[in-house]
């Protein structure tokens, strides 16, 4: 799994606490994705970057912001978060996002995120 | 609205036997149809994949078997072993430019050995 690697692997948090969690893909992919995952739900998409571009998001709330300085890195920033997104947040990249073709998506191991 | 259901949420299996979980769609611009596995304090990964054009594939003892006019799939683990034991995620794809998966809800899978 060193091809997307994700820090910190845990995160326990207060609902005031600004924290970021880290993504980086040694895989030369040029398209990043964040994903939540909560338990018995189905992933969801929540950004996704193309070339270091935002070209989606699903209406995720404010108090999460994505940066993507590079194709090889991925943050999002946390704050004032509400005890109902904890949840395991995944990052995931592929070597594009469009142009009616399946790229395959390849994911880090997450973030396990409490918030308290 | 969940566009992918999936079935069982959860399936125990002797070792040696078929696992079998199913997914259904509504959205027929769906063009592909992956399934991921996922094991615990990992990302889910790739395991098998499967177009509309074509109503069953096979890769060692994972099979996909596609029925286009019910808008079900469904993965079959033949020979399951305690290795298996995984959570498995239907996916779905849709056409056009915008090419994001569509995930089912996952189907946790212990094989007993």
């Known amino acids: 799994e060193t091809g997307v690697t994700q820090t910190p692997r845990h995160l326990v948090m207060g609902m005031t606490n600004k924290k970021s969690l880290k993504c980086e893909q040694h895989l030369g992919h040029n398209a990043m994705y964040w994903y939540k995952q909560s338990a018995k739900k189905p992933l969801e998409l929540m950004f996704v970057?193309?070339?270091?571009?935002?070209?989606e998001n699903n209406s995720v709330p404010s108090r999460f912001s994505p940066e993507c300085p590079n194709s090889s890195h991925l943050f999002l920033h946390l704050h004032t978060l509400q005890p109902e997104d904890s949840a395991l947040y995944l990052c995931?990249?592929?070597?594009?996002?469009?142009?009616?073709?399946?790229?395959?998506?390849?994911f880090g191991p997450g973030t396990r995120l409490t918030v308290t | 609205q969940q566009q992918v259901k999936q079935s069982p949420q959860s399936l125990i299996v002797q070792k040696g036997g078929i696992s079998i979980i199913n997914c259904a769609y509504e959205n027929t611009a769906f063009d592909y149809f992956p399934w991921y596995q996922q094991f615990p304090g990992k990302g889910p990964a790739l395991l098998i994949a499967?177009?509309?054009?074509?109503s069953e594939k096979k890769e060692g003892r994972f099979t996909i078997s596609f029925n286009k006019s019910a808008k079900q799939f469904s993965l079959h683990i033949m020979d399951s072993q305690p290795g298996d034991s995984a959570t498995y995620f239907c996916?779905?794809?849709?056409?056009?430019?915008?090419?994001?998966?569509?995930f089912g809800s996952g189907t946790q899978l212990t094989v007993l050995p």
């Open positions: 996916a779905a794809i849709g056409g056009g430019s915008a090419r994001q998966l569509t």
């Open positions: 995931a990249s592929s070597q594009g996002s469009s142009g009616g073709h399946f790229y395959e998506q390849y």
């Open positions: 970057y193309n070339f270091k571009e935002q070209t």
């Open positions: 499967i177009r509309p054009d074509v």
